[in-house]
């Protein structure tokens, strides 16, 4: 092997960059990093990469993910800075919190206020392998930034917060998508990808000092049998073709150990059924081995994530039913206590909540997006269910409608189709029709009508297959209350209609069992308030009905102060016309609070609703469904 001369010497030197955006101090650094753990040349021409020091670095995994501002982004950026505020730590169990270059008293406020005309944020995870022997995550998190500062060419405004939650202690930074000067920060491509771990991975080793080698040999011993992809898994195939790796040629010398590492994984992966032995020392790896082994791992935390809310809670198994799978062909709605919230993908912005179910299993529920988690919280009684992936029932209705008119659809088209049709009813499939016009699936005309194309329907399915991917699941809350707090609560709460249904009799784990023990006490507090005879008397729909009036009473004198007006119920038919003014929780439910001209009634809350805040509005009663129209006068009717 050629040996390195003097010319091939390496050291860090950081001098005064050379452009006002470090793009060539950056581009500079990189380059010198390569050349000291690149590829070094061999006589014959060949090249291979070192694999003395190179072989036993400190590693650092960094994340790098970048945040688009407009939009939804800011209330994004907002959540994530709530969350990872929420779950920091220090060592030992104390409290953590964000911080930044100069402390831990960090005004979020401000933070949030001063980024919310950047294009864009930056969101970093920093996780040493060694974070358990470091002395202080957050000297070392201050230290990284100053050294992205000398490399960039800029102060950078920046908060962090250190999580030990898990067995992998790893830190949380956010950072502004501002220069000093007020331009927008650009990092490189191959800084966010390589420069800012090989910084961080110097620091550590500064720290640390080198990895030993007898510890080198071992960290990769231990990645023989792991049931994720490994480094040795990922060294391997970088050198694979087409998936078939070739251990038979001779190792270098100093690498014996590696190659005899290298056969014993693949023959564990055999085991598997990830890669099959084809003799002389050649393996074929499965087509969908490094993207099975990523999904083991990912199980394998989602697995410590379980047994970390199932904590003091007795013996619980968790096995491959423990994960909601809303895919799958048997997938039902699940209902549940929340035990746990949180982050299961940081970069992909992906959240989770861990259900203690009515059937006495543990589940695992990928929601999607974390802004979704700003509604949720421990000890929430919800329902899970599949999402829709296929066209509703009102875009096959829609699709009929403007095959027969020459792919036009309008209100009255619909009402000649079907006479017998409420108006609320066909202007629910005009509101779904306006969701698709602005993904680009309808073309609304100045007349009202519609221009509904051909291929409307695989237009609808790809639809709610894309929503499906940032809302896996539809997630519906059940009461305001917690359990402990229906058992005595005035209206008609989630705890009631569970005594109506007898199918839950007999449950004896977990929160099933938790719900039965309410039950009785509900009944209790029912006879002793006179709304029931007795124990064993029977709640029906008159029963709820008239626990939802003395909680809509108590409301309304509650409520009495605010408006100076009178409370009276809701008609039971017909037009209810008044000012929309906000929303109430109450034991019954979430209410609409509408202000009429001598008094204010409450009724069942909609989401349409909240963009009539202040405004007029004018809703068709039928039972017990109301259809809204949005007024743009501002008086009370």
Avoid at 227 to 237: E, F, G, S, Y
Wanted: charged share 30%; no cysteine; proline share 4%.
């Amino acid at each position: 092997m050629a040996t390195r001369g003097p010319e091939n010497r390496f050291e860090v030197r950081l001098g005064r960059m050379r452009s006002p955006s470090g793009h060539e101090r950056v581009t500079g650094f990189l380059k010198k990093v390569s050349r000291r753990g690149g590829r070094s040349r061999v006589r014959s021409g060949r090249t291979q990469r070192r694999t003395s020091a190179a072989s036993f670095q400190r590693r650092v995994m960094v994340k790098v993910s970048i945040v688009r501002m407009e939009g939804r982004g800011i209330g994004a950026q907002r959540q994530h800075l709530k969350y990872i505020q929420r779950d920091s730590a220090a060592p030992g169990d104390e409290r953590g919190g964000l911080y930044d270059r100069d402390g831990r008293e960090v005004d979020v406020k401000a933070f949030e206020i001063g980024g919310k005309d950047d294009r864009h944020q930056f969101r970093i995870i920093v996780s040493p392998e060694d974070s358990t022997h470091m002395s202080d995550l957050s000297g070392f998190t201050r230290d990284l930034m100053s050294e992205m500062e000398k490399d960039l060419g800029t102060k950078l405004e920046w908060v962090a917060a250190d999580h030990y939650d898990t067995g992998q202690p790893h830190t949380h930074i956010v950072v502004r998508g501002k220069r000093d000067d007020g331009t927008d920060l650009v990092m490189p491509k191959d800084y966010v990808s390589r420069g800012i771990r090989m910084r961080a991975q110097e620091l550590v080793e500064i720290e640390l000092g080198p990895v030993p080698e007898i510890e080198g040999h071992e960290r990769f011993a231990r990645m023989v049998r792991q049931h994720r992809l490994t480094a040795l898994d990922r060294q391997m195939m970088r050198g694979a073709s087409d998936g078939m790796i070739d251990v038979s040629v001779p190792a270098r010398r100093g690498q014996f150990w590696r190659r005899q590492l290298e056969r014993a994984r693949l023959k564990y992966l055999e085991g598997m059924g990830l890669a099959d032995g084809l003799g002389k020392g050649r393996w074929q790896l499965s087509s969908g081995a490094p993207e099975t082994l990523k999904r083991m791992g990912e199980r394998g935390d989602i697995i410590k994530t379980m047994h970390r809310a199932m904590a003091n809670r007795g013996e619980r198994r968790i096995d491959a039913s423990s994960f909601y799978d809303p895919s799958a062909e048997t997938a039902k709605p699940v209902t549940g206590r929340i035990l746990m919230t949180g982050v299961g993908d940081d970069v992909a912005d992906r959240g989770y909540v861990v259900l203690d179910t009515l059937e006495g299993k543990t589940a695992y529920v990928d929601i999607g997006s974390t802004a979704r988690l700003e509604t949720l919280a421990k000890h929430q009684i919800v329902t899970v269910t599949p999402p829709g992936q296929e066209p509703r029932t009102s875009d096959i209705t829609i699709a009929r409608i403007a095959n027969g008119n020459s792919g036009r659809y309008a209100p009255s088209l619909h009402m000649a189709d079907d006479p017998s049709a409420r108006p609320e009813f066909v202007e629910a499939h005009v509101r779904r029709l306006e969701a698709l016009r602005r993904a680009g699936h309808a073309t609304r005309h100045k007349d009202g009508s519609w221009s509904i194309p051909p291929d409307y329907l695989a237009r609808a399915g790809a639809y709610e297959r894309s929503a499906a991917l940032s809302r896996p699941v539809q997630i519906e809350s059940r009461s305001s209350l917690i359990l402990r707090e229906m058992k005595s609560a005035i209206g008609a709460t989630w705890l009631d209609e569970q005594l109506m249904d007898d199918s839950g009799a007999g449950r004896t784990a977990g929160f099933g069992a938790d719900v039965e023990t309410a039950k009785v006490a509900r009944r209790q507090f029912l006879v002793q308030q006179g709304v029931l005879g007795d124990v064993s008397a029977e709640i029906t729909q008159t029963t709820l009905d008239d626990l939802t009036n003395k909680d809509l009473s108590e409301a309304g004198r509650s409520l009495h102060e605010r408006y100076g007006k009178s409370y009276s119920l809701a008609p039971t038919s017909g037009q209810l016309r008044g000012t929309y003014r906000g929303a109430i929780e109450r034991p019954s439910g979430k209410f609409a609070i509408i202000e009429r001209s001598k008094d204010f009634t409450l009724v069942p809350w909609r989401e349409v609703l909240e963009r009539a805040h202040g405004k007029s509005v004018s809703g068709l009663i039928r039972g017990k469904s109301i259809s809204w129209r949005i007024g743009k006068s501002l008086g009370i009717s």
